[in-house]
């Protein structure tokens, strides 16, 4: 499978860096896969090593970090030579706190060692960090599930994903048989999520999604569960964590999706919770939303952290929880989840490539779904999911505040009236 984030990864081996690089995601996005696959095309050769299946090997990160006493020890239990032309990935580094130190010697070392670490919860372990963590001396990146362009090639329809590119372009009109294509894969993906391993079934099935097996999508969130009682301090907060993340679907199914605590446990405030939505985010479980306060840049300076939505980090993962069906997507469906269904695809399609997504909302007859910076310019971007059924938010925003344009996501074929941009769901990706 094509996976844009190997060209992170060329990005990082041309630069001839010292600095190791250091991959962050959710567990099941294909970490371990895609470094595996850069390396044997790209080294003559390379060592692969899982610090959660050898907890032995973290023994040799207790004494000296110096790169090559680490080598020769490797090279000792491995029983192979390593040196400074051997790429190493650690995978589950997140195992090993000393190990993660340890990167700080490699990259000011004398030879340029090339040094590929993944973890399932690096984000949560570098937040927790009790010792030297190597500020400036790794390339942290952040991976995430297959966007809908790399369902389309997975599924061969790079054809497609080409003319709907060139139509994002040109704003012009796809024939309507190829627009209804586009929008019965999109509906599909919704179902399947970007995971690789959900993706991969689905094909395997011909691409009939009835014959899709979402058994799968069910393990993967057993092993995120796994993960909040295995790598979590205490029984309490583990619980904690659990009953964040069950209330998000609930949280989402509301007219207005704003995360409230109460939602969790009738008496819950901020204090008993915050933690543990800081945790699902750093681990690559949630996307965190914040409320935009004023549209005026630098956009960072005027969110609210305290006024949020959270979104699952995979579309898949959200509809098999609420046990979306086939039908339930249709146009002339009604169903509570929908909407909530239909914002988590956009934000999970977005956040790969925009780190400042905000919602903003100034006043009752004004909310905002989504607005960035693109170039120079501050765009509001409406979500036509069905939540609302006759929405003037961005009619008004566009007469208050005049963007140079506005963009409104919905099942709709492309356009460009009134300074509007109609981008169809499944074109997200081309924003």
């Avoid at 690789?196 to 099935?205: E, G, L, T, W």
């Avoid at 907060?237 to 679907?249: C, F, G, R």
Wanted: hydrophobic share 35%.
């Amino acid at each position: 499978m094509y996976r844009k984030f190997y060209e992170e990864l060329e990005i990082w081996e041309s630069s001839n860096t010292k600095e190791p690089l250091l991959i962050m995601g959710a567990r099941q996005v294909g970490k371990t896969w895609l470094i595996k696959t850069f390396c044997e095309e790209k080294y003559k050769e390379y060592v692969y090593i899982n610090l959660e299946e050898r907890k032995d090997i973290a023994s040799i990160f207790d004494g000296n970090l110096t790169p090559e006493l680490i080598l020769k020890q490797l090279s000792m239990l491995l029983g192979r030579k390593i040196d400074y032309k051997t790429a190493i990935v650690f995978d589950e580094i997140q195992q090993s706190e000393r190990a993660i130190t340890s990167l700080k010697y490699f990259c000011e070392a004398k030879e340029n060692y090339r040094i590929i670490c993944a973890g399932s919860l690096l984000g949560v372990k570098i937040k927790r960090f009790e010792s030297s963590f190597p500020v400036g001396k790794v390339c942290m990146k952040n991976m995430y599930p297959m966007d809908f362009e790399e369902f389309l090639l997975a599924c061969g329809e790079e054809l497609l994903r080409d003319g709907i590119k060139e139509a994002y372009s040109s704003l012009a009109p796809l024939p309507e048989a190829v627009h209804n294509k586009a929008l019965e894969l999109y509906h599909d993906y919704l179902l399947v999520g970007g995971m690789p391993q959900a993706v991969d079934n689905y094909i395997k099935n011909k691409k009939i999604i009835i014959d899709f097996n979402r058994n799968i999508l069910e393990y993967i969130r057993l092993a995120y569960m796994a993960d909040m009682s295995k790598y979590v301090i205490n029984a309490t907060e583990t619980a904690k964590i659990l009953a964040v993340y069950e209330s998000i679907p609930r949280q989402l199914a509301r007219e207005n999706p704003k995360f409230k605590y109460k939602e969790v446990r009738g008496t819950a405030i901020k204090r008993d919770y915050y933690g543990s939505i800081d945790w699902l985010a750093a681990s690559g479980l949630i996307y965190k939303i914040n409320k935009l306060e004023s549209n005026r840049t630098p956009l960072k300076a005027y969110e609210n952290e305290d006024s949020f939505k959270v979104y699952l980090s995979d579309v898949g993962i959200l509809c098999d929880i609420c046990k979306i069906n086939p039908n339930d997507l249709l146009p002339e469906t009604h169903n509570i989840y929908k909407g909530a269904v239909i914002e988590n695809y956009v934000y999970e399609q977005m956040i790969s490539r925009y780190k400042e997504l905000y919602y903003y909302k100034p006043a009752e007859n004004l909310e905002i779904d989504l607005v960035t910076q693109i170039g120079n310019e501050i765009i509001p971007i409406e979500i036509k999911s069905g939540r609302h059924k006759k929405s003037t938010s961005l009619k008004n925003y566009m007469e208050r505040y005049k963007p140079q344009y506005a963009i409104r996501i919905s099942e709709n074929n492309f356009g460009f009236v009134d300074s509007i941009k109609s981008i169809p769901l499944y074109a997200v990706f081309c924003i």
